[in-house]
Each structure stands twice: as structure tokens, then as C-alpha cells.
């Protein structure tokens, strides 16, 4: 008898929660009836801004809060340096063109430079 294959398991995202504590003074600053000023939207507006993020709009609508955030890091020096040899400019192969290859068939020179500077960067990680 064949053993079954197992199955993969598909895990589902984490789902990311925020606890965001609506206090008086929220209440007492809120104003009624508006989506973008209400208790929960400036309860959210500090929580967030509070978490280093710029909050550019926050809206509380029905069973919706949606806000727009923008959030900006000090990239480490791994990262800058990734930067930097990702966006070099590939070799040109009209650099590499002799009489030799002028019949359209590769330089083994231009070959070579490719796979260097296909080889430049890898994938990493980085904290910020």
C-alpha cells in the first residue's frame, strides 16, 4: 500500500491587532458626527503617532476605521550599501563589441561582466 502524501498545510497571514484605549479626554476633545474628529479617530491618531508613524488621514465610518500612514526609517549601512549595487548600471554590450563579435555572437568578456553583475547583489535582511 502507497503512503499518502501529506498534505501542506497553508498558514494564513497573521493578522496584525492594535489595542487602542479611547480615554476622556478623547471623548471630551471629540466631536460628534464626524468620521475624521471623533473620540475613536483621535484614540487612533495618537496611538499610531505615538508608534512613530505620521498619520496623514483617519477616517471612522460605520464598522471601518481607515487610516493613512506614512512612517519613515534611518536605513542601516547594509541597506545603503545593497542600494548602491542594485542600482548600478548594467555592463553595455557595445562596450565589449570587437571585430572578433561584431557577427552578433557574445563577448565571453561581455558574458563574464554579466554574470558578475548579475551576481551583485542577494537577497537580506535588515532591521530599522
Do not use: W
Not at 40 to 61: I, N, P, Q, T
Not at 89 to 98: G, H, I, K, L, R
Request: neutral net charge; charged residues 30%.
Amino acid at each position: 500500500m502507497a503512503a499518502k502524501a501529506k498534505k501542506k498545510s497553508k498558514k494564513a497571514a497573521p493578522k496584525t491587532h492594535f489595542n487602542i484605549k479611547v480615554t476622556q479626554k478623547h471623548i471630551d476633545e471629540g466631536a460628534q458626527d464626524n468620521a475624521e474628529d471623533c473620540a475613536l479617530a483621535l484614540a487612533s491618531r495618537e496611538h499610531f503617532e505615538g508608534l512613530g508613524f505620521e498619520v496623514d488621514s483617519v477616517e471612522v465610518d460605520g464598522n471601518n476605521l481607515s487610516m493613512s500612514l506614512s512612517c519613515n526609517f534611518t536605513l542601516p549601512k547594509t541597506a545603503t550599501a545593497f542600494i548602491s549595487k542594485f542600482d548600478e548600471s548594467a555592463p553595455s554590450e557595445d562596450d565589449f563589441v570587437t571585430e572578433k563579435y561584431s557577427d552578433g555572437s557574445k563577448n565571453p568578456k561581455y558574458v563574464a561582466a554579466m554574470k558578475k553583475f548579475n551576481a551583485r547583489v542577494k537577497p537580506f535582511a535588515f532591521a530599522v
